[in-house]
Protein backbone atom coordinates (compact mmCIF):
# COMPACT_ATOMS: atom_id res chain seq x y z
CA UNK A 1 0.00 0.00 0.00
CA UNK A 2 1.39 3.39 -0.37
CA UNK A 3 -0.04 6.58 1.55
CA UNK A 4 -2.82 7.47 -0.82
CA UNK A 5 -4.34 3.74 0.34
CA UNK A 6 -3.34 4.01 3.70
CA UNK A 7 -4.95 7.71 3.83
CA UNK A 8 -8.15 6.30 2.71
CA UNK A 9 -8.24 3.17 4.94
CA UNK A 10 -7.83 5.62 7.49
CA UNK A 11 -10.69 7.55 6.47
CA UNK A 12 -12.71 4.75 6.29
CA UNK A 13 -11.85 2.51 9.04
CA UNK A 14 -9.92 4.57 11.11
CA UNK A 15 -6.92 2.41 11.25
CA UNK A 16 -4.30 0.48 9.11
CA UNK A 17 -1.33 -1.48 9.90
CA UNK A 18 1.67 -0.73 8.13
CA UNK A 19 4.28 -3.82 7.73
CA UNK A 20 8.07 -3.23 7.53
CA UNK A 21 8.29 0.28 8.27
CA UNK A 22 11.61 -0.27 10.16
CA UNK A 23 13.41 -3.43 8.14
CA UNK A 24 13.85 -6.92 9.84
CA UNK A 25 17.26 -6.07 9.80
CA UNK A 26 17.33 -3.15 12.09
CA UNK A 27 14.35 -3.67 14.85
CA UNK A 28 16.40 -6.32 17.11
CA UNK A 29 18.97 -3.61 17.63
CA UNK A 30 16.41 -0.86 17.68
CA UNK A 31 14.17 -2.44 20.37
CA UNK A 32 16.96 -3.75 22.51
CA UNK A 33 18.32 -0.07 22.70
CA UNK A 34 14.66 1.92 23.17
CA UNK A 35 13.68 -0.86 25.98
CA UNK A 36 17.29 -0.40 27.88
CA UNK A 37 16.57 3.77 28.00
CA UNK A 38 12.85 2.87 29.32
CA UNK A 39 14.58 0.56 31.84
CA UNK A 40 17.08 3.33 33.03
CA UNK A 41 14.36 5.82 33.33
CA UNK A 42 11.90 3.42 34.79
CA UNK A 43 11.72 5.09 38.19
CA UNK A 44 11.77 8.47 37.25
CA UNK A 45 9.44 7.85 35.23
CA UNK A 46 7.04 6.01 37.86
CA UNK A 47 7.32 8.93 40.60
CA UNK A 48 5.76 11.20 37.16
CA UNK A 49 2.53 8.93 36.97
CA UNK A 50 2.38 8.62 40.90
CA UNK A 51 2.61 12.28 41.41
CA UNK A 52 -0.67 12.77 38.73
CA UNK A 53 -2.07 9.51 40.30
CA UNK A 54 -1.98 11.20 44.20
CA UNK A 55 -4.57 14.14 42.68
CA UNK A 56 -7.23 12.08 41.66
CA UNK A 57 -6.73 10.67 38.16
CA UNK A 58 -6.59 7.92 36.51
CA UNK A 59 -3.19 7.40 34.17
CA UNK A 60 -1.48 4.95 33.11
CA UNK A 61 -1.49 0.96 33.09
CA UNK A 62 0.04 -1.00 36.26
CA UNK A 63 2.20 -3.32 34.70
CA UNK A 64 3.19 -1.11 31.69
CA UNK A 65 6.42 1.13 31.84
CA UNK A 66 6.73 4.48 30.15
CA UNK A 67 9.26 6.73 29.10
CA UNK A 68 8.06 10.01 27.68
CA UNK A 69 10.15 12.05 25.19
CA UNK A 70 12.46 8.90 24.66
CA UNK A 71 14.10 10.77 21.76
CA UNK A 72 16.61 12.54 24.60
CA UNK A 73 17.24 8.76 25.42
CA UNK A 74 18.02 7.50 21.83
CA UNK A 75 17.95 8.50 18.29
CA UNK A 76 18.23 5.01 16.38
CA UNK A 77 14.69 4.97 15.65
CA UNK A 78 14.14 8.44 13.81
CA UNK A 79 15.56 7.89 10.25
CA UNK A 80 12.29 5.82 9.77
CA UNK A 81 10.00 8.69 11.32
CA UNK A 82 9.80 10.17 7.80
CA UNK A 83 8.93 7.19 5.70
CA UNK A 84 6.57 7.81 3.07
CA UNK A 85 3.82 5.27 4.26
CA UNK A 86 3.94 7.22 7.82
CA UNK A 87 4.43 11.15 7.29
CA UNK A 88 3.47 10.84 3.70
CA UNK A 89 0.28 9.82 4.97
CA UNK A 90 0.12 12.79 7.78
CA UNK A 91 0.55 15.26 5.03
CA UNK A 92 -2.17 13.69 2.55
CA UNK A 93 -4.72 14.41 5.48
CA UNK A 94 -3.23 17.41 6.97
CA UNK A 95 -1.10 19.10 4.17
CA UNK A 96 2.71 21.04 5.09
CA UNK A 97 4.44 21.59 8.08
CA UNK A 98 3.34 18.63 9.67
CA UNK A 99 5.07 18.28 13.62
CA UNK A 100 5.68 15.22 15.60
CA UNK A 101 3.53 15.65 18.99
CA UNK A 102 4.67 12.73 21.28
CA UNK A 103 7.60 10.21 20.89
CA UNK A 104 7.18 7.92 24.02
CA UNK A 105 8.18 4.59 24.55
CA UNK A 106 5.88 1.99 26.07
CA UNK A 107 6.23 -2.11 27.59
CA UNK A 108 3.66 -3.51 28.37
CA UNK A 109 5.03 -6.55 30.83
CA UNK A 110 3.20 -9.62 31.55
CA UNK A 111 -0.04 -9.95 33.68
CA UNK A 112 -0.36 -6.21 33.10
CA UNK A 113 -4.13 -4.80 33.76
CA UNK A 114 -6.15 -3.85 30.77
CA UNK A 115 -7.01 -0.35 30.06
CA UNK A 116 -9.85 1.37 29.70
CA UNK A 117 -11.48 2.39 26.61
CA UNK A 118 -10.49 6.42 25.44
CA UNK A 119 -9.46 8.11 22.34
CA UNK A 120 -6.36 9.75 22.33
CA UNK A 121 -5.68 13.94 22.79
CA UNK A 122 -7.10 15.95 21.87
CA UNK A 123 -10.31 14.17 22.23
CA UNK A 124 -9.77 12.43 25.67
CA UNK A 125 -11.90 14.16 28.06
CA UNK A 126 -9.98 12.94 31.36
CA UNK A 127 -7.50 15.39 30.02
CA UNK A 128 -7.93 18.99 31.32
CA UNK A 129 -7.60 20.17 27.33
CA UNK A 130 -9.62 18.03 25.40
CA UNK A 131 -11.91 18.93 22.27
CA UNK A 132 -15.36 19.09 24.05
CA UNK A 133 -17.86 16.37 22.05
CA UNK A 134 -19.92 16.06 20.04
CA UNK A 135 -16.76 16.16 17.83
CA UNK A 136 -16.68 17.69 14.38
CA UNK A 137 -16.11 14.85 11.77
CA UNK A 138 -12.69 15.48 10.83
CA UNK A 139 -8.73 14.35 11.75
CA UNK A 140 -6.98 16.37 13.92
CA UNK A 141 -4.50 14.44 15.29
CA UNK A 142 -2.62 10.92 13.50
CA UNK A 143 -1.19 8.75 16.14
CA UNK A 144 0.82 5.64 15.53
CA UNK A 145 1.88 2.32 17.63
CA UNK A 146 5.90 1.22 16.29
CA UNK A 147 5.29 -2.33 17.09
CA UNK A 148 9.30 -2.99 18.43
CA UNK A 149 8.01 -7.31 18.89
CA UNK A 150 5.27 -9.10 17.17
CA UNK A 151 1.44 -7.62 18.12
CA UNK A 152 -0.28 -10.62 18.95
CA UNK A 153 -3.32 -11.48 20.52
CA UNK A 154 -1.82 -13.49 23.86
CA UNK A 155 0.63 -10.64 24.21
CA UNK A 156 -1.78 -8.61 24.26
CA UNK A 157 -1.97 -6.68 20.86
CA UNK A 158 -3.69 -3.04 21.17
CA UNK A 159 -7.90 -3.77 21.52
CA UNK A 160 -9.35 -1.39 18.74
CA UNK A 161 -12.60 -0.73 18.07
CA UNK A 162 -13.29 -0.42 14.26
CA UNK A 163 -15.14 2.53 12.97
CA UNK A 164 -15.58 4.03 16.14
CA UNK A 165 -13.31 7.11 14.80
CA UNK A 166 -16.83 8.27 13.19
CA UNK A 167 -18.69 8.39 17.01
CA UNK A 168 -18.93 12.06 18.01
CA UNK A 169 -18.01 10.90 21.78
CA UNK A 170 -16.30 8.11 23.26
CA UNK A 171 -16.41 6.63 26.79
CA UNK A 172 -12.92 8.03 28.59
CA UNK A 173 -14.51 10.38 30.90
CA UNK A 174 -17.99 7.96 31.92
CA UNK A 175 -20.24 10.02 30.21
CA UNK A 176 -21.48 7.64 27.68
CA UNK A 177 -24.35 5.42 30.24
CA UNK A 178 -24.74 2.30 27.83
CA UNK A 179 -20.69 1.84 27.67
CA UNK A 180 -18.68 0.10 30.30
CA UNK A 181 -15.43 1.50 29.72
CA UNK A 182 -13.34 -1.21 31.47
CA UNK A 183 -15.01 -4.00 29.78
CA UNK A 184 -14.76 -5.96 26.37
CA UNK A 185 -16.61 -4.82 23.68
CA UNK A 186 -18.07 -7.15 21.47
CA UNK A 187 -17.20 -5.72 18.16
CA UNK A 188 -13.10 -5.11 19.37
CA UNK A 189 -10.16 -6.52 17.68
CA UNK A 190 -6.79 -6.56 18.28
CA UNK A 191 -4.30 -4.93 16.06
CA UNK A 192 -1.80 -7.20 15.38
CA UNK A 193 1.85 -7.46 13.75
CA UNK A 194 5.56 -8.41 13.11
CA UNK A 195 7.88 -6.34 14.48
CA UNK A 196 8.68 -3.46 12.83
CA UNK A 197 5.31 -3.10 11.78
CA UNK A 198 3.43 0.69 12.38
CA UNK A 199 -0.32 0.94 13.38
CA UNK A 200 -1.34 4.18 12.13
CA UNK A 201 -4.67 5.55 13.72
CA UNK A 202 -7.00 8.69 13.84
CA UNK A 203 -6.75 10.07 17.25
CA UNK A 204 -10.73 9.72 17.29
CA UNK A 205 -10.64 5.62 17.16
CA UNK A 206 -11.69 3.80 20.86
CA UNK A 207 -8.58 1.99 21.68
CA UNK A 208 -7.62 0.36 24.89
CA UNK A 209 -4.46 -1.88 26.41
CA UNK A 210 -5.09 -5.17 26.49
CA UNK A 211 -4.11 -7.74 29.13
CA UNK A 212 -0.33 -9.49 28.21
CA UNK A 213 -1.02 -13.77 28.47
CA UNK A 214 2.70 -14.05 27.62
CA UNK A 215 5.69 -14.64 29.54
CA UNK A 216 7.51 -11.92 27.63
CA UNK A 217 7.25 -8.18 27.35
CA UNK A 218 5.96 -6.21 24.36
CA UNK A 219 7.49 -3.07 23.66
CA UNK A 220 6.43 -0.25 21.09
CA UNK A 221 6.89 3.57 20.37
CA UNK A 222 4.00 6.02 20.45
CA UNK A 223 4.55 8.44 18.09
CA UNK A 224 1.38 10.88 16.91
CA UNK A 225 1.63 13.58 14.35
CA UNK A 226 0.08 16.88 14.50
CA UNK A 227 -0.88 19.28 11.84
CA UNK A 228 0.37 23.08 12.40
CA UNK A 229 -2.50 24.39 13.63
CA UNK A 230 -2.87 22.13 16.43
CA UNK A 231 -2.44 23.85 19.74
CA UNK A 232 0.47 21.53 21.13
CA UNK A 233 1.75 24.26 23.62
CA UNK A 234 -0.33 23.09 26.85
CA UNK A 235 1.32 19.36 26.19
CA UNK A 236 5.08 21.06 26.31
CA UNK A 237 5.90 21.31 29.95
CA UNK A 238 7.31 25.01 31.00
CA UNK A 239 4.90 26.76 28.78
CA UNK A 240 2.64 29.81 29.99
CA UNK A 241 0.13 27.57 27.87
CA UNK A 242 0.90 24.38 30.19
CA UNK A 243 1.09 26.30 33.65
CA UNK A 244 -2.40 27.78 33.10
CA UNK A 245 -4.78 24.93 32.06
CA UNK A 246 -3.19 22.32 33.52
CA UNK A 247 -0.84 23.27 36.74
CA UNK A 248 -2.80 25.97 37.80
CA UNK A 249 -6.36 24.02 37.46
CA UNK A 250 -4.69 20.93 38.84
CA UNK A 251 -6.03 18.61 36.17
CA UNK A 252 -3.97 16.13 34.04
CA UNK A 253 -2.34 16.53 30.28
CA UNK A 254 -0.71 14.40 28.22
CA UNK A 255 2.41 16.19 28.38
CA UNK A 256 6.15 15.36 28.08
CA UNK A 257 9.53 17.24 28.14
CA UNK A 258 10.55 19.55 25.51
CA UNK A 259 13.38 17.88 23.46
CA UNK A 260 17.09 19.07 24.45
CA UNK A 261 18.94 20.87 22.26
CA UNK A 262 21.95 18.29 22.36
CA UNK A 263 19.75 15.49 21.27
CA UNK A 264 17.80 17.79 18.99
CA UNK A 265 21.29 18.56 17.07
CA UNK A 266 22.04 14.92 16.46
CA UNK A 267 18.60 14.38 14.44
CA UNK A 268 18.97 13.44 10.70
CA UNK A 269 18.65 16.41 8.77
CA UNK A 270 15.15 15.50 7.35
CA UNK A 271 13.62 14.75 11.03
CA UNK A 272 14.57 18.13 12.74
CA UNK A 273 11.52 20.16 11.50
CA UNK A 274 9.11 17.82 12.83
CA UNK A 275 10.68 18.58 16.10
CA UNK A 276 11.55 21.92 16.10
CA UNK A 277 8.57 23.02 18.02
CA UNK A 278 9.88 20.95 20.99
CA UNK A 279 13.33 21.69 21.67
CA UNK A 280 14.17 23.93 24.85
CA UNK A 281 17.18 26.34 24.55
Not at 81 to 88: F, H
Not at 239 to 258: C, F, I, Q, S
Amino acid sequence: MDQFEIAARLKQDGYCVVENVIPPGKIDSIREEVVAAQLAHHEEAERELEKTRARGHRIGVIGVGLLKQVINATQCFTPYLADPRVLGVAEEIFGDFVRISCTDCVVTHPGNDRGYWHADWPYNATNTTHVKSPYPDAIMHLASIWMLTPFTKENGATFILPGSHKYDNNPAAGGMSDIDQDANHPDEVQATGSAGSVLLYDSRLWHAVAPNCSDESRAALIIRYAPWWLNLTPTIRGTPDHERMVLETGGKNYDAVPVRRDQFERLPDNIKDLYRHWVSE
